[in-house]
């Protein structure tokens, strides 16, 4: 398991680099002004309004970088510092979001898979917790290859949905950038610049989990084959 505890390390002092950037970033785009004045919670209803979406609201939602769009409740939640922010940072964060909306009501492809996912997905997570437990603590004997069979297809399902993800995530920034470029909300290129920087950094941190995902998977496959030999 010293590759896997390796893995664990590696991944995890990268998540901590990424997401302290990620902070950094945020805070230095939080505090340049955007010049049209817009509120973040402004910049999103105007978004979704000027792709005629009317059946998505927007909410204020509780915590920090919690910002979401659940597709099931129609509503964009952002942050308290989104929605009442008037910078960079805001307006990026607000366009992204409602850059799911869009996709929502394009039916986008990736995000309707995703959607369509979440129950096994939460059910595999589940299921994977207590099936690591029962191969670290030697539950059913550690070389049980078939509990690291059942183990590697529910971290199948985890990892495929951290890998759709990506997507999602990059082409909703995309649709955020072109939004807020054409009409004129990052007004000058320094403004377009941090948002796509901001944005940039955020889509990162969803690369991160999705390798680490994908280099633990591959562990346990290369161990349930040497488990066959």
Same mark, same amino acid.
């Given at each position: ?73 129609? %509503?964009? !939640?952002?942050?308290?510092? *989104?929605? &009442? ?6 307006? @990026?964060?607000? /366009? ?81 950038? %072109?939004? !807020?470029?054409?009409?004129? *909300?990052? &007004? ?6 941090? @948002?796509?920087? /901001? ?31």
């Amino acid at each position: 398991m010293s590759m896997y505890f390796l893995i664990i390390i590696v991944f995890g002092i990268v998540s901590i680099a990424v997401s302290s950037r990620l902070k950094n970033k945020f805070r230095t785009y939080s505090q340049m002004p955007l010049s049209t004045g817009m509120s973040g919670a402004e910049v999103a209803q105007k978004m979704l309004s000027d792709y005629g979406i009317h059946n998505v609201r927007v909410a204020e939602g509780r915590g920090s970088l919690t910002d979401h769009y659940n597709p099931k409740d129609k %509503v964009v !939640l952002l942050s308290p510092d *989104v929605f &009442h922010g008037r910078s960079v940072a805001a307006a @990026a964060v607000a /366009a992204h979001e409602c850059g799911h909306a869009v996709q929502d009501d394009t039916q986008y492809a990736w995000l309707k898979f995703r959607s369509g996912m979440v129950p096994i997905v939460q059910f595999a997570s589940m299921a994977q917790q207590w099936l690591f437990m029962g191969i670290l603590f030697g539950f059913g004997a550690t070389h049980n290859s078939s509990l690291l069979l059942i183990l590697i297809l529910a971290m199948g399902v985890t990892t495929a949905f951290s890998l759709i993800t990506l997507p999602v995530e990059f082409d909703a920034s995309n649709r955020a950038l %072109v939004w !807020l470029d054409r009409e004129n *909300v990052t &007004h000058s290129d320094a403004e377009y610049y941090g @948002a796509k920087d /901001a944005l940039k950094w955020a889509a990162l941190t969803y690369v991160v989990g999705a390798l680490s995902a994908l280099a633990t998977l591959l562990y346990f496959v290369l161990r349930f084959m040497g488990s066959r030999n």
